[in-house]
């Protein structure tokens, strides 16, 4: 077969351009520091890469989801500590009361600082994370209790859970008819039917009002103490958990993130020295075509 001057010009420029494709290539690794760009790079390990993507957004949509029960979990702890240290003052005040040597006038004064506690604990329970009640169960829009209104309970009995990982759900909430209750109804005995009682109590100042302070009030107050120290001690076990799947969440992610770096990143030495030696080919072929190439007949005759 005859080779002839075009179709050794056109050989050429079809080196040069796969050339300069492959130098493109190269310089695109060198620059983004991965080594698949498009899934035409390497199919098996975009596919790969994929998978390894799509696992690195779901761990980090649980890492989210750590950080917002920490939120409420401390948002309850906060919420159970100033309910405690209200009790703590209403148990001072009912012993107050109960001493004898106080007037009728002394203990209506100390009722109407009950009540205010009253006021302070359903303002207490209604604390929030954002703009969800933490204490309401899964009606997180509704408020637990209603400040100078009726002590009724207003949320539900929800469990509220967050996944922390693969197929790990907690429960992040406390429940504020478990706390609080809902008031002076027959066998409630929490805190809120407890302060009603001692104020009730101290307005009657009758001798078996001044017995039940002394007796099954401050008994109450100490039984609703317990039960929230109770309930901080499942936060805290809560919270604990939670630190520990962040923790966890944290290494899978770092785990994770190295595979995909293996998946798709360049190796930069190698990746520069491919980059030099694709320039070096490049410039050779266009030496090497100018010296094949010569001038024709045509290019006398311009």
Not at 219 to 244: C, E, K, P
Not at 290 to 297: G, N
């Amino acid at each position: 077969m005859r080779i002839t001057h075009t179709m050794l010009t056109d050989r050429l420029l079809g080196d040069l351009r796969t050339g300069k494709d492959r130098i493109a290539e190269a310089q695109q690794q060198v620059s983004t520091g991965r080594r698949i760009n498009r899934p035409s790079d390497d199919p098996a390990g975009a596919r790969a890469a994929v998978v390894q993507r799509a696992d690195l957004a779901g761990l980090a949509r649980q890492k989210d989801a750590v950080a917002e029960a920490n939120d409420w979990t401390d948002a309850t702890d906060t919420a159970l500590g100033g309910l405690a240290d209200l009790l703590h003052r209403a148990r001072e005040l009912a012993t107050q009361g109960a001493n004898g040597s106080y007037t009728q006038a002394d203990r209506e004064r100390i009722a109407g600082e009950i009540d205010q506690l009253v006021e302070a604990a359903k303002e207490r329970a209604n604390a929030k994370v954002g703009d969800r009640y933490v204490l309401s169960g899964t009606a997180t829009t509704t408020r637990p209790y209603t400040p100078g209104g009726p002590d009724t309970y207003g949320g539900d009995t929800g469990a509220v859970l967050r996944e922390i990982g693969p197929g790990v759900t907690v429960q992040v909430n406390q429940l504020g008819s478990q706390i609080l209750g809902s008031g002076q109804t027959p066998g409630d005995g929490l805190m809120l039917d407890t302060l009603r009682d001692v104020a009730q109590h101290l307005r009657g100042g009758t001798t078996a009002d001044l017995a039940a302070l002394r007796g099954a009030d401050l008994q109450g107050l100490q039984a609703n103490l317990d039960t929230i120290s109770t309930a901080r001690s499942a936060n805290g076990a809560t919270a604990a958990r939670l630190a520990s799947a962040a923790t966890s969440l944290g290494d899978l992610e770092l785990a994770g993130q190295t595979r995909l770096d293996r998946l798709e990143g360049a190796d930069m030495a190698q990746a520069i020295l491919a980059l030099s030696t694709r320039q070096s080919a490049y410039e050779a072929a266009l030496k090497s075509g100018a010296t094949v190439i010569q001038p024709s007949l045509m290019d006398f005759l311009r």
